[in-house]
């Protein structure tokens, strides 16, 4: 096929890629060594790289040839022939998890600058043309976070916004939301953006010794959203998960008879609504889109109503009958919920305060909470992405894979959030990754433009290939197809060739 003699640019994906080392294994695929790939694209052709992340967890596996880095699912022990005192040592020291930087799921962008992300607090700043490994970035040096969402949001002035955890802090257990700025003033060049890191506000906790899992959060022109579920951490157990030899991931429980609390914070006044909203229990990683119409905040997301996603991705689970056999117990479901803000306060109890177009209700509660119940919008999508030209505004289109009961995408999915009409990309043993949105320079509308996805084969014989498919008709325009085995990865972004730095190829 023809690539737009537009597109110039880099795609960069990150995901796990080392599973054995030596004669140890990781427990679960989301425990991998990082892997970084990219796509080059100039003057019509495309160039394929990739690179393991050299973390400190990777040159430490390595040099030790057997993994001694905890993952979330796998939890490392020291050298059996150790003495005893380094041993009881490092039980003592492991009460307060000294996380991986293996930033394996995420590229996140700040100023000029790009990292590769995961949850915890280490992130690890990366060179996008070569791929190159270079400084380890520790938020904890400029805010109060154990760990932090690898989904951050831009804001039109170039901030980087993320929230992240806080469970150190003497029994005061709070989720913090940060701006990172895009650069620097001209005096102190030396330094780095994170110097510069501005704590917007703080949630604190509904429970100090169990907060919420988060993955990712909304954003609208005025608000931060924030969705508090029942999917939590067990902070006393992360605590001992070392000495009672269990994985980090054991220390998560989904508590079903619980609420889900949406926080919405105003960006001006940085302080939080107070009214507060709430829905029944479910879980959620992927947030989609929000936005703000007639009073109301608008926010679709991909919700789950139960935690089985992360169980089947252990190792032990990815036989080789793995799509026929595995099948997923809650289908993940797209909802939107319209949340009023301002609303008559005088309304009745029971009375639904939702008054722009949606099957979607607020229902108002005895004590003036206020109970949200979902529009459906589809089932069976995941890894959803935007043309974030759009986010946190009105839209119409998600780009996601199509998963329906089997956690493994075969094909990619355009939605119309308006019409309810999806189109498809699917090819026989094909397991395409998340379809990322490039509009075109000259773009009038939302879907004006190319999506990319990496296709790896399911056939052991085929060669993975990218793809490029018209955003508009989702027809096939070209695929460049590459003789490397090539992994199934999570997510990343795509890269402008203005965006970087002028530096001598």
């Known amino acids: 096929g023809q690539l737009p003699t537009w597109l110039q640019g880099i795609l960069l994906r990150n995901g796990p890629g080392m599973h054995t080392i030596g004669d140890t294994k990781y427990n679960h695929w989301f425990d991998g060594l990082a892997l970084l790939h990219s796509f080059t694209f100039k003057n019509g052709e495309v160039y394929y790289r990739s690179k393991y992340l050299r973390s400190d967890t990777y040159n430490c596996n390595i040099e030790a040839n057997r993994i001694v880095v905890s993952e979330f699912g796998t939890m490392a022990y020291p050298d059996p ?12 020291s492991h009460t307060i998890p000294e996380f991986t930087d293996n930033c394996l799921i995420n590229i996140m962008k700040t100023g000029d600058d790009f990292y590769a992300t995961s949850e915890t607090n280490f992130i690890r700043k990366i060179n996008p043309q070569t791929l190159e490994t270079l400084e380890k970035v520790d938020y904890t040096k400029y805010v109060a976070v154990n760990v932090a969402t690898s989904h951050p949001h831009y804001d039109s002035a170039g901030n980087t916004l993320n929230i992240g955890t806080s469970i150190v802090d003497k029994g005061k257990t709070k989720y913090i939301l940060f701006k990172i700025p895009p650069s620097v003033p001209e005096e102190e060049k030396k330094k780095s953006c994170f110097k510069h ?15 919420s899992y988060y993955h990712s959060f909304g954003i609208t022109e005025n608000y931060i959203i924030f969705i508090e579920q029942p999917f939590k951490l067990d902070i006393l157990k992360l605590a001992t998960a070392y000495i009672r030899g269990v994985n980090w991931a054991s220390c998560l429980s989904y508590h079903k008879e619980d609420k889900t609390w949406f926080h919405f914070v105003d960006k001006k006044t940085k302080k939080g609504v107070s009214t507060k909203f709430y829905t029944d229990a479910m ?34 689970n990815l036989t080789k009958d793995f799509e026929e056999k595995t099948k997923l117990t809650s289908i993940p479901t797209c909802k939107r919920f319209v949340v009023p803000l301002q609303y008559d306060k005088d309304a009745e109890v029971g009375s639904n305060l939702v008054t722009v177009p949606s099957t979607a209700t607020a229902v108002k509660e005895k004590d003036g909470s206020i109970y949200c119940q979902p529009e459906i919008l589809c089932e069976g999508i995941e890894l959803p992405r935007i043309n974030y030209d759009y986010n946190g505004k009105k839209y119409k289109y998600v780009y996601a894979t199509k998963v329906q009961w089997s956690p493994v995408p075969t094909k990619i999915a355009k ?5 309810k009409e999806m189109l498809h990309w699917g090819e026989d043993h094909c397991w395409p990754s998340e379809p990322i949105f490039v509009p075109s ?7 004006d433009g190319i999506v990319l996805s990496c296709v790896v084969m399911s056939y052991p014989k085929k060669a993975p290939f990218l793809l490029v498919l018209d955003a508009k008709t989702f027809k ?25 730095k002028t530096e001598t190829e």
């Open 476 to 500: 096939e325009l070209g695929r460049a197809i590459v003789d490397v085995e090539m992994h199934l990865d999570l997510h990343g972004m795509f890269i402008p060739e203005k965006d970087f």
């Open 415 to 419: 939605f119309n959030t308006q019409t």
């Open 283 to 316: 879980v959620l990683f992927h947030h989609i889109n929000a936005y703000e119409e007639d009073g109301h905040i608008i926010f679709d997301v991909i919700a789950y109503s139960d935690n089985s996603l992360y169980d089947m991705f252990y190792l032990k």
């Open 81 to 92: 022939c150790k003495n005893i005192f380094a041993k009881a040592f490092s039980y003592l």
């Open 197 to 211: 890191l501005e704590v917007v506000c703080s949630i604190p906790s509904r429970s100090l010794l169990h907060p």
């Open 441 to 447: 320079p000259d773009a009038r509308e939302e879907d």
